[in-house]
């Protein structure tokens, strides 16, 4: 299977410094196998992009207990007190995004757009800085791109060529993030044959794939 990846080369894919997203919401959905290899490798200073980070034990949240995480964009982090006491002794640079905000910046990277404009956030800390427009006597901000070095996605089944299905609510963010990074790892939870996923059931299709992980013998 060509798009198959180890856990070795996944580590050498890693760098300091560098920007992953991680789908999934509240860890349901996160490619916890991905995680590991994360962990596994010591990378460090890292820019996250999630959701939410879970809990110290689960999803991303791990990130920022082992303290890999330099920089977090996250819709909300109050599942995690290890996120809060972090921002708050400033060893944590947390941007706090509306959840739609976050959903709709990542999916501007993925289709190629400037940026989208929202009204959401106006008149709030999430507004400055950031370019304000008037269109047809309404106030819009400009939210910008969010794209990624490496995107870790999860999939309830996946086929060899990288189409993904994802059950219920493991859609959340995974497929956006697909769509939104240099390198994009699906972590399969079942992996099939082409074919086996009815072309109407894929929620990625498999050229947005570059690598399917399933642990330790892919």
Avoid: C, W
């Amino acid at each position: 299977m060509k798009k198959a990846i180890t856990a070795n080369a996944i580590q050498a894919k890693l760098h300091d410094g560098m920007t992953i997203m991680i789908g999934g919401f509240m860890a349901n959905g996160a490619p916890e196998g991905l995680i590991d290899q994360i962990l596994a490798s010591g990378v460090k200073d890292i820019t996250l992009i999630s959701t939410d980070t879970g809990t110290p034990e689960t999803g991303s949240g791990r990130l920022i207990r082992a303290r890999r995480v330099k920089k977090l964009i996250a819709s909300h982090i109050g599942t995690n007190p290890e996120t809060g006491a972090q921002m708050n002794a400033g060893e944590l640079d947390v941007e706090l995004v509306p959840q739609g905000t976050l959903a709709e910046r990542i999916r501007a990277a993925g289709a190629g757009l400037g940026g989208v404009l929202t009204p959401t956030g106006l008149g709030t800390l999430v507004a400055e800085n950031k370019q304000i427009f008037d269109i047809d006597g309404e106030t819009f901000l400009l939210e910008k791109p969010l794209k990624a070095d490496l995107a870790l996605i999860r999939g309830s089944i996946v086929d060899t060529k990288g189409n993904t299905f994802y059950k219920r609510t493991t859609q959340n963010f995974n497929p956006l993030m697909a769509t939104a990074a240099d390198i994009v790892i699906v972590e399969a939870e079942t992996l099939v044959p082409v074919g086996k996923i009815q072309p109407e059931s894929v929620h990625t299709p498999g050229l947005f794939i570059d690598h399917i992980y399933q642990g330790e013998t892919a």
